[in-house]
């Protein structure tokens, strides 16, 4: 399964503030220029009505919007994480293997647990639909498939709140009508290019001379248009290993050298780190703080412990220690701050070791 949230900055907005819901909702990252200079992130429904979409400049979407109750926010990337990451939770917990892919999407090998069998796997995709939306206040899509290329094809073709499944002997029919422009990889130019072949549908693709492509597009990328055009794919979910390190950063409101300023923004960027250690079952051994001067300049400074923790208070004093400390030696001012951990374990390791060690004589 590919499971993808709807448009997904937008919708934590709305949650965050319902009364939004039924305008146009655009996200924007604010390049900070002018007042209107940067690009739209991403928009609700409503706002896609009027043609605005992710990657288009603000002031275009003003224009398209103009005389609409429209609602603009500027996009709050540590929010959505937050959502995100508890979503992702509840989709791990569906799947016998988990990959995710970016903010708001990820896979499902539910291959083992449904027995291959779509009819179990249609109720899976619900059960996961209502989950995210009674635990989390999202919708999502959900593609399925006997393969990640067509789950993610499945997922696309059905938006919002939908659920598509492609049955192994429906896939050639569910893929031939499409724009080759649905294929991963195929972007603008490659789109043009097949063009000129006369390739426009995956159908066509399918049926055009796999050594024409190769001689078009070089071998990998030739067999790969020809395998993806057919629906094969067997490339498999893959549980990504463990971060090697958790990090935020941010920018302060005016440079500074305000240790509590500092500090304030630091334990809140910390509190966030915290949560995502938690999600991913993890313990730090060291503590980094980030600070980026006015100049430009980078400065760092560590702390590693003897054992490894979980604990916030800890990360806190640590980040504190080191600020003060820095802010001792140093006479610059502070335009971004930013922590981190690392030297990071798996709970869970860590209680087999000590399982281990001591015998398992309860
Ligand atoms: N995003 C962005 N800039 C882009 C594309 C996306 O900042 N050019 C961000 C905002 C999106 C999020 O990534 O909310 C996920 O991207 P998607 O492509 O999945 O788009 P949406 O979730 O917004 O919409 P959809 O309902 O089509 O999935
Ligand atoms: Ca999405
Ligand atoms: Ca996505």
């Known amino acids: 399964m590919l499971v993808d949230l709807d448009y997904f900055y937008a919708q934590c907005e709305e949650r965050r503030n319902p009364a939004i819901k039924d305008k146009p909702v655009v996200v924007c990252v604010y390049s900070g220029r002018t007042e209107d200079s940067g690009a739209v992130s991403t928009a609700n429904y409503v706002a896609r009505k009027y043609g605005v979409k992710s990657g288009i400049p603000i002031s275009l979407a003003k224009m398209k919007l103009k005389d609409v109750d ?22 791990r917990s569906h799947a016998d293997r988990f ?37 989390q206040k999202l919708t999502c899509s959900i593609g399925v498939g006997p393969n990640k290329l067509v789950a993610k094809i499945a997922a696309d073709i059905q938006k919002p709140n939908g659920l598509t499944l492609v049955r192994p002997e429906e896939v050639e029919s569910f893929l031939s009508p499409l724009p080759v422009r649905r294929l ?9 290019k097949l063009e000129t072949l006369g390739v426009r549908t995956v159908g066509q693709l399918a049926r055009f001379d796999v050594q024409r492509l190769i001689e078009v597009f070089g071998r990998k990328l030739g067999t790969y248009f ?8 067997d490339e498999p ?61 980078v400065h760092s400074r560590s702390k590693t412990f003897e054992n490894p923790t979980s604990d916030l208070e800890t990360f806190k004093k ?37 399982t281990n060690f001591f015998g398992d004589s309860k």
Do not use: W
């Not at 709050?76 to 939770?89: A, C, G, L, N, T």
């Open 70 to 91: 429209a609602v603009f926010l500027p996009v709050d990337k540590e929010f959505y994480r937050e959502v995100s990451d508890k979503i992702m939770e509840i989709l």
């Open 99 to 135: 990959e995710q892919v970016g903010i708001d999407e990820a896979y499902l090998d539910v291959t083992q647990r449904t027995k291959r069998n779509y009819p179990e796997a249609e109720k899976l995709a619900e059960t996961i639909k209502d989950d995210v939306l009674i635990q």
């Open 184 to 192: 991963v990889g195929v972007g603008k130019k490659t789109e043009k």
């Open 226 to 233: 020809h395998n993806a055009s057919l629906g094969i794919d």
């Open 237 to 297: 979910v893959q549980e990504r290993s463990e971060p090697e390190s958790v990090s935020r950063i941010s920018t302060l409101k005016e440079d500074t050298r305000d240790l509590a300023v500092i500090l304030d923004e630091a334990y809140r960027l910390c509190g966030n780190v915290h949560a995502r250690l938690l999600n991913l079952g993890l313990l730090y051994r060291s503590v980094s703080i980030y600070l980026v001067a006015g100049d430009l300049s």
């Open 318 to 354: 640590t980040v504190k220690e080191l600020y003060e400390k820095f802010l001792g030696e140093s006479d610059v001012e502070a335009r971004r701050v930013g922590v981190k951990v690392s030297n990071l374990t798996k709970k869970e390791e860590l209680q087999k070791q000590i």
